[in-house]
């Protein structure tokens, strides 16, 4: 069958490079028009930081009564990503130069490092005297290589291990020593609890799930902070922004399958002796409709193929955001498969003429 589809392109190639044209244009229309618009998108949903857009942020006082426990309670809850706790600050400076500039460092408390991009052996080091510093809480700690020691006011002191790259939603933290605190049964005082939500949609019921099971003495003393507001901007912009894709998308879609299918029904009809004698030499209808719809299927792909890449060399050359592969991928076969079902009625118009009444015609 497919060595047939082949030699059949072969034997029409005015056809073949008509339907070949017709799928690249429209490959290549999707993606310089609805296409660029998903790459915009790609582009500005990218700048706001996914994990910002779903962040919960529990300041508490310390007549709150905030503690470590509640990090056990949040692991009961359902669409919670990450959870981290932070004691309030307390001052440090560099050992080495007494008087020097302090910075703020704080204990924390989670079951997974990974958001801070602590290595696991920071989280059992010792009884909690491992701290990691941001690279602004170095260069203010004068800190040359990121090791050495920072004791506080009262002459606890830290070791330094490393840096820590502090992610968008944490910032506020800036400058900060980290000092990850082993597991205990003994509750620590809390001063910020932050959570993470799975998606954006679901900060709002993640907030209020997380305030209810914060068991604070003076409710007064605690503020939440979420990025609800941020998180309805990001849907709002996939919304408005996806709409006019899919919109436009279809209609390029229509088209395309409108003028691909004129295209094969006229191939039907000048190819109709030929047709006939498939037929009389013992082809079934099956396998006429198969050997169009193959035929038609390798003409789509080749014509997807080029006008992906024509469209993505173009976009390249202007400067233009460009879509990601998956959208890239599901436009080409989205183009394929709309070629395929256009050519069906084609396809069955030619698996259902007589043999003899073909064979006739001078």
């Known amino acids: 069958m497919l060595r047939e589809a082949i030699v059949s392109a072969v034997a029409a190639p005015v056809a073949s490079i008509l339907t070949i044209v017709m799928i690249a244009g429209m490959c290549a229309a999707v993606l310089l028009t609805s296409g660029r618009t998903v790459g915009a998108q790609e582009a500005v949903v990218g700048s706001i930081d996914s994990a910002g857009t779903r962040s919960i942020i529990i300041r508490a006082d310390p007549a709150a009564g905030l503690d470590t426990t509640v990090l056990d309670r949040i692991g009961n809850l359902d669409g919670i990503d990450w959870a981290g706790a932070f004691s309030l600050a307390t001052d440090v400076q560099n050992t080495a130069f007494p008087g020097g500039t302090r910075v703020p460092l704080?204990?924390?408390?989670?079951?997974?490092?990974?958001?801070?991009?602590?290595?696991?052996?920071?989280?059992?080091?010792?009884a909690g005297d491992i701290a990691y510093a941001s690279t602004?809480?170095?260069?203010?700690?004068?800190?040359?290589?990121?090791?050495?020691?920072?004791?506080?006011?009262?002459?606890?002191?830290?070791?330094?291990?490393?840096?820590?790259?502090?992610?968008?939603?944490?910032?506020?933290?800036?400058?900060?020593?980290i000092a990850p605190q082993p597991d205990t049964t003994h509750?620590?005082?809390?001063?910020?609890?932050?959570?993470?939500?799975?998606?954006?949609d679901l900060v709002a019921p993640v907030a209020a799930a997380v305030t209810s099971v914060l068991a604070?003495?003076?409710p007064t003393k605690v503020t939440v902070q979420t990025s609800e507001s941020l998180a309805t901007l990001r849907a709002l912009i996939e919304g408005q922004l996806g709409g006019y894709g899919h919109a436009l998308t279809l209609g390029i879609l229509a088209l395309t399958a409108i003028l691909v299918g004129a295209i094969l029904y006229g191939i039907v009809m000048l190819r109709r002796k030929d047709f006939g004698r498939r037929r009389a030499l013992?082809?079934?209808?099956?396998?006429?409709?198969?050997?169009?719809?193959?035929?038609?299927?390798?003409?789509?792909?080749?014509?997807?193929?080029?006008?992906?890449?024509?469209?993505?060399?173009?976009?390249?050359?202007?400067?233009?955001?460009?879509?990601?592969?998956?959208?890239?991928?599901?436009?080409?076969?989205?183009?394929?498969?709309?070629?395929?079902?256009?050519?069906?009625?084609?396809?069955?118009?030619a698996a259902r003429r007589e043999p003899i009444r073909e064979l006739r015609v001078p």
């Open 106 to 126: 704080r204990h924390a408390y989670s079951a997974d490092w990974d958001e801070l991009g602590l290595p696991e052996t920071g989280t059992t080091a010792g």
């Open 136 to 177: 602004t809480a170095a260069e203010q700690l004068g800190l040359n290589e990121p090791v050495g020691q920072v004791a506080t006011t009262t002459g606890a002191g830290y070791a330094v291990a490393g840096l820590i790259e502090v992610p968008d939603h944490l910032a506020f933290l800036e400058p900060v020593l």
């Open 187 to 200: 509750p620590e005082p809390v001063g910020i609890l932050v959570v993470i939500a799975e998606r954006p």
């Open 216 to 218: 604070v003495e003076d």
């Open 282 to 349: 013992g082809a079934s209808r099956a396998l006429i409709v198969g050997l169009l719809l193959t035929q038609t299927a390798l003409l789509a792909a080749a014509g997807a193929i080029i006008g992906s890449t024509i469209a993505h060399v173009t976009l390249a050359i202007t400067g233009d955001p460009q879509p990601g592969w998956e959208y890239t991928l599901g436009v080409a076969t989205l183009a394929t498969a709309v070629a395929v079902a256009a050519a069906l009625i084609p396809a069955l118009a």
